[in-house]
């Protein structure tokens, strides 16, 4: 799949599942990984711990594997330079398209403009 096509289908989800979201700038991919429930676990816990960031640097032994579950960390903005992150999932499946499963709202201190 094209990557751009695949990319605006992840900030779809992301404005489709959050009304308070109209569009979305500055998007960034942080890490993708095999969707498992501790996988998501740990990911959160980055993003309550504010060290979201770290997320690109631990190496793949950090994560459980469960090959054909995607799961996709972004980071973004929203029109008024909110940032936010949002935590994506996806499968290999050829009908299913990205879903946002949480798009969590960073600090002020981590706004994007």
């Not at 992840?10 to 498992?36: A, Q």
């Not at 799961?71 to 990205?98: E, M, R």
Request: aromatic fraction near 8%; avoid cysteine.
């Amino acid at each position: 799949m094209n990557t751009t096509i695949y990319i605006d289908q992840i900030i779809s989800s992301i404005v489709k599942n959050n009304e308070n979201i109209e569009g979305v700038k500055d998007f960034e991919v942080l890490r993708m990984i095999d969707y498992t429930a501790r996988n998501h676990k740990k990911v959160i816990e980055l993003v309550n711990n504010g060290t979201i960031d770290q997320l690109k640097d631990l190496p793949e032994d950090n994560f459980e594997v469960n090959e054909g579950y995607d799961l996709i960390a972004v980071k973004f903005a929203d029109d008024q330079g909110n940032a936010y992150i949002g935590v994506i999932y996806d499968s290999t499946d050829l009908w299913q398209d990205p879903e946002a499963l949480e798009v969590i709202p960073l600090p002020l201190e981590k706004r994007l403009v």
